[in-house]
């Protein structure tokens, strides 16, 4: 007995070590991360502010959790946000130690017509206060050449070049898999160009479908010609997109000497020739010790030394990323988080104005209800609320739109596809084919419904199809008293159809053009403020400090973008992220809301979003399991 006593006190004993030494660690490391910060810009004596964009500029980043960046397995894309970036530009243009600004665009993978385009003014405004910008990538594909367009000097390797794809591609159609599967599908759906449930329905798109894509494709693809061509007058880049192939054989298959031959392209040269021109204008690294070595500025600490305190009467609210169900951090639209964020705010803030800055292409229902129910408790409490559409505004995005007093787009703005929808699939075929079936008993039409193993009731199909078409009258009985029109008017031009910002503004879904900026003015005229002196509040949630810490650790650590940098790997590469992403949104949409407002071609204008190693494995799991 004396021998178990003892062995149980050294085992308590151990425990108490083990439970003291986490304690200390875990205290530790929050000192550490409530005392991090990283190198103030302004300690940067000059030289060029280096933006290396090894990612895709947002809205509003997603949040990568503690455990993730501990374990390494979160995505290795970055996201920047694209306010920061335009910040970082406008103070640029009057610091007299910014020499120059350098665009490094070998790993970056775009962000969207609206987001490039403001950057691109950020950039002629920097040119005009006669400062150069440089821009450099192995290859160039249609954003990054968006943004390189509007510098002074654009630089590409000679292995490299420009490869201009133009807007429009493919969608994956899953019918064949589902009636090889034997499983089927349930769709409710309301509205002629509703094409998110196509993929599960059909093996191509529908002729109304195909027709709304053309012209979408077609006005926003005019659109970034028109960007290239005012930024670039040179570049033939109208013939250089229509035959490629063309360009290529004057040149013997070298697409680089193709696209400075058509005038895309400034000068070729590697990476090192291209550190030693910049270091001729912005001076050569303190630490210099190879060829190529400029003195470079850090993004990150230049905006974070120069970002003003979030301390304004103009409430800023994100809705950015698929509207969901629930709560979510940074970058994704949950229901609960954002209206919580708002109410909290107004309940703490003396807030004169609301801004909504829309960046979603839809989602669940109850989640877009939810946050236009918080916005307008916020018009209830005699706040004007003005709605900022940036990239992509549609569907549930176009519903939480809808209680502000004047709605701002962009001409490449994606809007509308005002439609409901709901899918869910059973698998009584499946079954079958393995020798299974099912049977029971009900008390009522509805029992057991749905039943995913043995189908739906032709009574529980009629109640969700008029419940569907209940919530699109919802849906449209909201725009018409937003616009002023008849739900006449707005079914007319509804029907889930997509509309560009140019369009939309045309038939009235927009007001205005004008981006962030214009909308925190006029949200500060309509509150009967001096938009010269109007501040904004920004209502997100705040960073986690031990996250950031952690990550700041993990950016040092890591090394250079990690994209493709031929050709041919690079597209593979980038094809392979939307090919992802599209098993991810059929993911989403099998196991998320049941009734929802979204867009699926909205997806394809802008970048696939980062995924980790992990995610992706998955993912191919998923469809090698289907496969087999």
Not at 196 to 222: C, D, H, I, M
């Amino acid at each position: 007995m004396a021998f178990v006593k003892g062995a149980w006190r050294i085992l308590v004993a151990i425990k108490d070590g083990l439970v003291l030494l986490f304690l200390l660690l875990f205290f530790g490391a929050l000192y550490a991360a409530l005392s991090f910060s990283p190198k103030p810009g302004k300690a940067v004596s000059s030289g060029a502010l280096l933006l290396d964009l090894d990612g895709s500029i947002v809205e509003q980043p997603a949040e990568t959790s503690t455990m993730a960046l501990l374990s390494g397995s979160g995505s290795e894309a970055k996201e920047y946000r694209l306010s920061d970036i335009v910040a970082a530009l406008d103070a640029a243009k009057s610091d007299a130690k910014v020499k120059a600004v350098v665009l490094n665009l070998d790993g970056f993978v775009g962000g969207g017509q609206v987001a490039m385009s403001r950057v691109g003014k950020a950039l002629d405004a920097v040119r005009a206060a006669k400062k150069p910008v440089l821009a450099y990538a192995t290859l160039y594909s249609d954003d990054g050449y968006q943004l390189a367009a509007h510098a002074s000097e654009v630089w590409s390797d000679p292995l490299g070049g420009v490869a201009i794809l133009g807007r429009g591609g493919s969608n994956l159609y899953y019918k064949g898999l589902i009636d090889k599967l034997g499983v089927n599908t349930h769709v409710y759906r309301v509205g002629t160009y509703k094409s998110f449930v196509e993929p599960f329905t059909r093996t191509e798109q529908s002729p109304e479908a195909k027709q709304a894509n053309q012209a979408l494709a077609g006005a926003l693809w005019q659109s970034w010609q028109d960007d290239v061509t005012k930024a670039r007058p040179k570049a033939k880049i109208a013939a250089y997109a229509a035959d490629p192939a063309a360009a290529a054989r004057a040149t013997n298959g070298d697409i680089a000497k193709a696209a400075l031959a058509a005038g895309l392209l400034d000068k070729l040269g590697d990476q090192s020739a291209f550190g030693a021109r910049v270091a001729q204008i912005a001076g050569e690294a303190s630490d210099n010790n190879k060829a190529g070595n400029f003195a470079t500025i850090d993004l990150a600490s230049y905006v974070k030394a120069r970002k003003p305190a979030n301390d304004g009467q103009i409430g800023v609210l994100t809705v950015a990323g698929d509207i969901v169900d629930g709560e979510a951090g940074p970058g994704t639209a949950a229901g609960d988080t954002i209206s919580d964020l708002l109410l909290t705010a107004l309940d703490e803030k003396s807030l004169k104005a609301l801004v909504v800055r829309v960046d979603s292409p839809g989602g669940s229902v109850m989640a877009s209800e939810k946050i236009r129910g918080a916005i307008l408790q916020a018009k209830s409490a005699g706040l004007p609320v003005v709605v900022s559409m940036a990239n992509v505004a549609a569907s549930g995005g176009y519903w939480v739109s809808t209680p502000g007093d004047v709605i701002f787009a962009e001409p490449d703005t994606i809007t509308g596809s005002i439609g409901v929808f709901g899918i869910i699939p059973s698998f009584e075929g499946t079954l079958a084919k393995m020798g299974i079936t099912t049977d029971g008993v009900r008390t009522t039409p509805l029992s057991g419904q749905p039943d995913v193993t043995g189908g739906t009731t032709p009574e529980f199909d009629q109640i969700m199809q008029l419940g569907v078409e209940d919530i699109y009258r919802r849906f449209v009985g909201l725009v018409a008293q937003s616009r002023k029109k008849s739900p006449e008017a707005i079914d007319a031009i509804a029907q889930g159809r997509v509309w560009d910002g140019g369009t939309a503004r045309q038939i009235g879904l927009v007001d205005r053009f004008g981006g962030l900026e214009d909308a925190i003015a006029e949200a500060a005229r309509r509150a009967k403020l001096d938009p010269a002196k109007a501040k904004a509040y920004y209502i997100e949630k705040q960073p986690d400090k031990f996250a950031e810490f952690v990550q700041s650790l993990a950016d040092r650590e890591q090394g250079s973008a990690t994209a493709p940098r031929d050709m041919l790997a690079r597209q593979a590469w980038l094809q392979r992220g939307w090919a992802m992403q599209a098993v991810s949104d059929v993911k989403a949409l099998v196991m998320g809301a049941g009734v929802r407002a979204d867009c699926l071609e909205c997806r394809g204008y802008g970048a696939p979003k980062p995924r980790s190693a992990a995610e992706e494995r998955g993912m191919l799991a998923m469809l090698a399991g289907l496969w087999r």
